[in-house]
Protein backbone atom coordinates (compact mmCIF):
# COMPACT_ATOMS: atom_id res chain seq x y z
CA UNK A 1 0.00 0.00 0.00
CA UNK A 2 1.67 3.39 -1.10
CA UNK A 3 -0.27 6.75 -0.07
CA UNK A 4 1.04 9.42 -2.53
CA UNK A 5 -0.40 12.79 -1.72
CA UNK A 6 -3.88 12.47 -1.19
CA UNK A 7 -4.38 9.38 -2.72
CA UNK A 8 -3.63 5.47 -1.71
CA UNK A 9 -2.60 2.70 -4.43
CA UNK A 10 -2.70 -0.78 -3.18
CA UNK A 11 -0.21 -3.53 -4.74
CA UNK A 12 -0.43 -6.89 -3.99
CA UNK A 13 3.32 -8.07 -3.57
CA UNK A 14 4.80 -11.44 -3.11
CA UNK A 15 8.24 -11.19 -1.28
CA UNK A 16 10.55 -9.02 0.03
CA UNK A 17 12.27 -7.83 -3.13
CA UNK A 18 9.46 -7.09 -4.56
CA UNK A 19 8.48 -4.47 -2.08
CA UNK A 20 11.76 -3.11 -1.71
CA UNK A 21 11.88 -2.88 -5.70
CA UNK A 22 8.75 -1.18 -5.99
CA UNK A 23 8.83 1.37 -2.80
CA UNK A 24 12.37 1.81 -2.40
CA UNK A 25 12.34 5.60 -3.57
CA UNK A 26 10.04 6.36 -0.59
CA UNK A 27 10.84 8.27 2.43
CA UNK A 28 9.61 5.17 4.61
CA UNK A 29 8.56 1.85 4.64
CA UNK A 30 6.51 0.37 7.54
CA UNK A 31 6.17 -3.77 7.17
CA UNK A 32 4.41 -5.34 10.07
CA UNK A 33 7.40 -8.23 9.87
CA UNK A 34 9.89 -8.72 12.78
CA UNK A 35 12.94 -6.97 12.53
CA UNK A 36 16.51 -7.90 14.41
CA UNK A 37 16.60 -10.85 16.21
CA UNK A 38 18.22 -12.47 19.04
CA UNK A 39 20.18 -15.13 18.75
CA UNK A 40 20.35 -17.04 21.89
CA UNK A 41 19.33 -16.19 25.72
CA UNK A 42 15.96 -15.74 27.38
CA UNK A 43 15.93 -12.55 26.63
CA UNK A 44 12.50 -10.90 24.96
CA UNK A 45 12.99 -8.24 22.44
CA UNK A 46 12.10 -5.00 24.46
CA UNK A 47 9.83 -3.63 21.76
CA UNK A 48 7.15 -6.43 21.87
CA UNK A 49 6.93 -5.86 25.81
CA UNK A 50 6.40 -1.90 24.99
CA UNK A 51 3.87 -2.95 22.46
CA UNK A 52 1.74 -5.38 24.38
CA UNK A 53 2.05 -2.66 27.37
CA UNK A 54 0.57 0.02 24.94
CA UNK A 55 -2.10 -2.34 23.46
CA UNK A 56 -3.64 -3.96 27.05
CA UNK A 57 -6.09 -5.76 26.12
CA UNK A 58 -5.31 -5.93 22.58
CA UNK A 59 -1.70 -7.51 23.89
CA UNK A 60 -2.19 -10.99 22.49
CA UNK A 61 -1.67 -9.47 18.92
CA UNK A 62 1.87 -9.38 19.98
CA UNK A 63 3.83 -12.43 19.60
CA UNK A 64 7.47 -13.21 20.55
CA UNK A 65 9.73 -13.92 17.31
CA UNK A 66 11.21 -16.99 16.64
CA UNK A 67 15.40 -16.66 17.67
CA UNK A 68 17.78 -16.52 14.34
CA UNK A 69 18.81 -20.18 14.67
CA UNK A 70 15.20 -21.07 15.31
CA UNK A 71 14.22 -20.10 11.62
CA UNK A 72 16.47 -22.97 9.90
CA UNK A 73 14.68 -26.19 10.86
CA UNK A 74 11.99 -27.65 8.43
CA UNK A 75 9.26 -27.92 10.74
CA UNK A 76 7.68 -26.13 13.57
CA UNK A 77 8.45 -29.41 16.18
CA UNK A 78 12.19 -28.84 15.12
CA UNK A 79 11.55 -25.40 15.17
CA UNK A 80 10.57 -25.24 18.58
CA UNK A 81 12.89 -27.23 19.70
CA UNK A 82 15.80 -25.24 18.83
CA UNK A 83 14.15 -22.25 20.53
CA UNK A 84 14.03 -23.94 23.83
CA UNK A 85 17.53 -25.18 23.65
CA UNK A 86 18.99 -22.09 23.55
CA UNK A 87 16.22 -19.80 25.02
CA UNK A 88 14.24 -21.74 27.58
CA UNK A 89 10.70 -20.73 25.43
CA UNK A 90 8.82 -22.73 23.09
CA UNK A 91 7.98 -21.39 19.71
CA UNK A 92 3.97 -20.33 19.61
CA UNK A 93 2.47 -21.29 16.18
CA UNK A 94 1.73 -17.76 15.29
CA UNK A 95 5.30 -16.90 15.39
CA UNK A 96 6.09 -20.32 13.34
CA UNK A 97 3.36 -19.57 10.90
CA UNK A 98 5.23 -16.56 9.42
CA UNK A 99 8.64 -17.73 10.42
CA UNK A 100 9.73 -18.19 6.54
CA UNK A 101 9.03 -14.32 5.99
CA UNK A 102 10.69 -13.40 9.01
CA UNK A 103 13.86 -15.64 7.58
CA UNK A 104 13.52 -13.46 3.89
CA UNK A 105 13.45 -9.59 6.06
CA UNK A 106 16.56 -10.95 7.99
CA UNK A 107 18.27 -12.23 4.82
CA UNK A 108 17.41 -9.44 3.03
CA UNK A 109 19.02 -6.55 5.63
CA UNK A 110 22.35 -8.71 5.05
CA UNK A 111 22.39 -7.89 1.02
CA UNK A 112 20.77 -4.95 0.73
CA UNK A 113 22.47 -2.51 3.71
CA UNK A 114 20.54 0.69 2.20
CA UNK A 115 17.26 -0.45 3.40
CA UNK A 116 18.51 -0.22 6.74
CA UNK A 117 16.87 3.12 8.68
CA UNK A 118 14.12 3.14 5.66
CA UNK A 119 12.55 -0.58 5.76
CA UNK A 120 11.57 -0.38 9.54
CA UNK A 121 9.39 -2.45 11.61
CA UNK A 122 5.23 -1.44 12.69
CA UNK A 123 2.73 -3.44 14.27
CA UNK A 124 -0.75 -2.78 12.81
CA UNK A 125 -2.87 -2.22 16.27
CA UNK A 126 -0.07 -0.20 17.71
CA UNK A 127 -0.86 2.33 14.77
CA UNK A 128 -4.56 2.24 14.74
CA UNK A 129 -4.33 3.13 18.49
CA UNK A 130 -1.95 5.61 17.64
CA UNK A 131 -4.89 7.37 15.29
CA UNK A 132 -6.76 6.64 17.71
CA UNK A 133 -5.55 9.16 20.70
CA UNK A 134 -3.89 6.13 21.74
CA UNK A 135 -6.38 4.32 22.72
CA UNK A 136 -6.23 0.32 21.62
CA UNK A 137 -8.95 -1.07 19.48
CA UNK A 138 -11.84 -2.97 21.71
CA UNK A 139 -12.40 -5.51 19.11
CA UNK A 140 -10.60 -7.78 17.31
CA UNK A 141 -9.80 -7.18 13.99
CA UNK A 142 -11.65 -10.14 12.26
CA UNK A 143 -14.98 -9.66 14.25
CA UNK A 144 -17.69 -7.25 12.83
CA UNK A 145 -17.07 -4.66 15.47
CA UNK A 146 -13.71 -4.73 15.18
CA UNK A 147 -13.69 -4.37 11.83
CA UNK A 148 -16.61 -0.81 11.73
CA UNK A 149 -13.56 0.32 14.51
CA UNK A 150 -10.76 0.19 12.39
CA UNK A 151 -12.72 1.21 9.57
CA UNK A 152 -13.85 4.16 11.07
CA UNK A 153 -10.46 5.32 11.96
CA UNK A 154 -9.24 4.64 8.38
CA UNK A 155 -11.85 6.76 7.22
CA UNK A 156 -10.91 9.77 9.23
CA UNK A 157 -7.64 10.04 7.85
CA UNK A 158 -8.16 8.85 4.16
CA UNK A 159 -11.99 9.20 3.34
CA UNK A 160 -11.84 7.14 0.39
CA UNK A 161 -11.32 3.86 2.56
CA UNK A 162 -14.59 2.48 1.27
CA UNK A 163 -13.76 2.72 -2.19
CA UNK A 164 -9.91 1.75 -1.84
CA UNK A 165 -11.30 -1.69 -0.34
CA UNK A 166 -13.72 -2.01 -3.29
CA UNK A 167 -10.87 -1.56 -5.58
CA UNK A 168 -9.05 -4.43 -4.06
CA UNK A 169 -12.22 -6.86 -3.88
CA UNK A 170 -12.28 -6.13 -7.46
CA UNK A 171 -9.01 -6.96 -8.43
CA UNK A 172 -7.77 -9.53 -5.88
CA UNK A 173 -9.51 -12.60 -4.67
CA UNK A 174 -9.96 -12.54 -1.06
CA UNK A 175 -7.28 -15.87 -0.70
CA UNK A 176 -5.14 -13.39 -2.28
CA UNK A 177 -5.35 -10.63 0.36
CA UNK A 178 -7.76 -10.53 3.08
CA UNK A 179 -9.87 -7.27 3.72
CA UNK A 180 -8.08 -6.99 7.22
CA UNK A 181 -4.88 -7.22 5.12
CA UNK A 182 -5.80 -4.27 3.43
CA UNK A 183 -7.03 -2.03 6.59
CA UNK A 184 -3.37 -3.32 8.07
CA UNK A 185 -2.14 -2.26 4.87
CA UNK A 186 -3.66 1.19 4.67
CA UNK A 187 -2.70 2.21 8.30
CA UNK A 188 0.33 1.22 7.81
CA UNK A 189 0.48 3.30 4.62
CA UNK A 190 -1.42 6.18 6.55
CA UNK A 191 1.57 6.29 9.55
CA UNK A 192 4.57 5.81 6.78
CA UNK A 193 3.17 9.61 5.64
CA UNK A 194 2.36 10.97 8.83
CA UNK A 195 6.19 9.72 10.27
CA UNK A 196 7.54 11.58 6.83
CA UNK A 197 5.72 14.81 7.80
CA UNK A 198 5.70 15.00 11.84
CA UNK A 199 7.90 12.45 12.58
CA UNK A 200 7.93 9.21 14.39
CA UNK A 201 8.79 7.74 17.90
CA UNK A 202 10.04 4.17 18.49
CA UNK A 203 9.28 1.71 21.05
CA UNK A 204 11.54 1.44 23.10
CA UNK A 205 12.79 5.17 22.50
CA UNK A 206 16.35 3.68 22.65
CA UNK A 207 16.40 0.11 20.93
CA UNK A 208 18.57 -2.68 21.44
CA UNK A 209 20.54 -3.72 18.37
CA UNK A 210 21.11 -7.41 17.33
CA UNK A 211 24.01 -9.37 16.56
CA UNK A 212 24.01 -8.25 13.36
CA UNK A 213 23.56 -4.82 13.42
CA UNK A 214 19.78 -4.37 12.90
CA UNK A 215 17.67 -2.66 15.71
CA UNK A 216 14.65 -4.52 17.16
CA UNK A 217 11.98 -1.44 17.64
CA UNK A 218 8.67 -0.83 17.05
CA UNK A 219 7.89 2.78 14.78
CA UNK A 220 5.37 4.60 15.05
CA UNK A 221 3.72 8.84 14.09
CA UNK A 222 4.84 11.04 17.03
CA UNK A 223 1.21 11.23 18.02
CA UNK A 224 1.38 9.71 21.28
Known sequence: MELVGAQAFATVLHDIDQVWSHFCDSEL????????????????????????????????????????AALEPP????????????????????????????????????????????????????LFSCLNGGQPMSFGKKTPRGKSERQAILQRHYSATPELLASVRRRYLKRQVADDDVRDALVAAICASLCARIGLITLPAAPDTD????PMEIVLPALC
Open 29 to 68: LLIDIPIGLWDSGDLQRRCDKAARARLQRRHSSVFTPPLR
Open 211 to 214: ARGL
Open 75 to 126: SYSEASACNYQLSGRKLSRQAWGIAPKIAEVDAFFASQPLARGLLRESHPEI
